[in-house]
């Protein structure tokens, strides 16, 4: 029997299997099964690729492939590290890959192009991405908790490139444990968990030969961009998602589903994939929110670029909600992190994060009930309450880029890595300090469909003189 076959009959023809016995796995069968190698994919923010592809390293140990589409990375993992996969703190959404083409052919009509994405649902080996999906069922965030129960669909983010999405509602029945989202937190944490959540996947990797599903139903939502595809996104859509419906007799639905199948077309590059995230991972830290609240995402790939050592005070002196050093308590939990600002609202809703990111590490991953090491407090940015050269890291998020802190980080070896969309008037700021601050790397990213640069500054061994020394001169200390 051939993969495709074989993943229709385990996963959507309940007839012919209700009559017969499940099938019994050995102890061997599961041990292959965990070994299964597998492709992700992953999103995140553009820009942060190889931050996101150094993490994927680090932490999993495979190697990595940036894509020539921004925004997007692979890397092959065992079918045992799945949940090590939504730990990932650099990447917004995840999906298995099917099948890449790295140089598809295109027909010279648009006829005959459709025809051939007509075509290739049926030639795709839908057996493991299926099988990882299900598995995959366990760990990931179920996005009805922000929804209403009736509604565990999932809206993922379309991509530059031409993006088909057919969505798939199953009804089965489903291993979702809350004690074990838990687990997925503190990972990386407690060994103990390891060994616990890798029993957890070979358990449902039983269940998924002795499960049968129920009622079907799809919904296909595409984007195209590209050059020379001659078909538009609604038409390769129609095509695409049409054969996949036909090939696995799912009823189309446009808002209840659970199978996200994806085809992202960019140049001559095509990817088939099914998504494993209802909704994107960078929702996790911030609870009370602000006008401009920034991405745990783009947070973590901020910090990461500054390399922070144990015991390194990071502070960000614009802090808004406190998504920066909240995202640098998760991770880099032996450093001090500050978080300031001098809008009284805004220093409010970070502690209450800070608060809500306590009560959730006393609660959910068992920490000491003392306190975490971060703090917020409010102050006047032109006069920060920090004796000279007391920062090691400063990272923030510049509402305006006018202005350098150069008093308060230490010589030598202080970092800074800032955000600004004011490119023009944060060049004419670093130029006339290239005394005190040197710029070391300018990572271009998009955010929320404007152009940003993250600048990442390293301070020169020069000491701070304090402007009122200065024959002449006036300004602001920082």
Known sequence: MCDIEEATNQLLDVNLHENQRPVRLTESDLTSESELLVTIGATLPAGFEQTAADEVREKLGSPCKISRDRGKIYFVISLESLA?????????????????????????????????????????????PLKVWKINDSFKRKKARRKKINQNSSKGKLNNGQEVKIYQR???KGFTSHALDSHILDYYENPAIREEVS???????????????????????????????????????????????????????????????????????????IALTEESLHRRNITHFGP???????????????????????????????????????????????????????????????????????????????????????????????????????????????????????????????????TKCFTKALAGMRHVWRKVDTVWVNIGGLRAAVYVLLRTPEAFVHPSEQDGERGTVW
């Open 84 to 128: 090590q996969v939504h730990c990932l703190r650099s990447v917004d959404n995840l999906f298995v890959v099917v099948q890449e083409f790295q140089d598809y052919q295109f027909k010279k009509t648009k006829e005959e192009v459709l025809k051939d994405f007509e075509d290739l649902a049926g030639k795709l080996l839908w057996s493991n």
């Open 170 to 172: 199953n009804d089965k």
């Open 199 to 273: 029993t957890l996947a070979g358990d449902d990797l039983a269940s998924c030969k002795d499960e049968t599903d129920e009622s079907s139903k799809e919904e296909t939502e595409p984007q195209v961009a590209g050059e020379k595809h001659y078909s538009t996104s609604n038409e390769a859509a129609r095509d695409f998602g049409g054969a996949v419906q036909d090939y696995f007799k799912w009823k189309a639905d446009m808002t209840n589903f659970d199978v996200e199948v994806l085809l992202n077309i960019h140049d001559n590059e095509v990817i088939v994939g």
């Open 292 to 422: 401009t609240t920034l991405r745990s995402t783009l947070a973590y790939g901020m910090l990461r670029l500054c390399d922070p050592l144990p015991y390194d005070i990071i502070v960000n002196p614009m802090c808004g909600t406190g998504a920066i050093p909240i995202e640098g308590d998760t991770e880099w939990s032996d450093c001090f992190h500050i978080a300031g600002d001098n809008n009284p609202l805004a220093v409010n809703r970070a502690a209450n994060n800070i608060a809500s990111l306590l009560t959730k590490s006393q609660i959910k991953e068992g920490k000491p009930p003392w306190g975490l090491p971060i703090d917020a407090v409010q102050w006047d940015i032109c006069n920060l309450p920090l004796r000279t050269g007391s920062v090691d890291i400063i990272v923030t998020d510049l509402p305006f880029g006018k202005r350098i802190m150069n008093r308060v980080c230490a010589p030598t070896t202080g970092r800074a890595v800032l955000l600004t969309q004011d």
